[in-house]
Nanobody, 124 residues
Framework: QVQLVESGGGSVQAGGSLRLSCIAS????????VAWFRQAPGKEREDIAI???????TEYGDSVKGRFTVSRRNANTVNLQMNNLKPEDTAMYYC??????????????????WGQGTQVTVSS
């Protein structure tokens, strides 16, 4: 079992930056994948970034590529640096942990552990 807690959300103007953190109750470096998802009202949960524990490799969703960066700060913390934020980035952001091979699918159903979410609001 692992508990995940997100922090760092808030309200910013378009073009601004935020850094989200996902802090785990235990070492998530042993979890094969840690991913960030987001969900806006009335929309499906969308995968935006993933970091693979085995080699530190990362992947991003097309909507955030070049603006967001996922990184591992330590064994228990994964960060999501969000730059050049846009109003369409407004959503609840969640981190999740999962195991190979399912987590590679990057679908919400592929992840067994979730945080409670942190709200990001970007105004124009």
């Amino acid at each position: 079992q692992v508990q995940l807690v997100e922090s760092g959300g808030g309200s910013v103007q378009a073009g601004g930056s935020l850094r989200l953190s996902c802090i785990a109750s235990r070492n998530t470096a042993s979890s094969d994948c840690v991913a960030w998802f987001r969900q806006a009202p009335g929309k499906e949960r969308e995968d935006i970034a993933i970091i693979y524990s085995r080699d530190g490799g990362t992947e991003y969703g097309d909507s955030v590529k070049g603006r967001f960066t996922v990184s591992r700060r330590n064994a228990n913390t994964v960060n999501l640096q969000m730059n050049n934020l846009k109003p369409e980035d407004t959503a609840m952001y969640y981190c999740a942990a999962g195991s190979f091979p399912r987590c590679v699918g990057r679908r919400p159903s592929d992840y067994g552990y979730w945080g409670q979410g942190t709200q990001v609001t970007v105004s124009s």
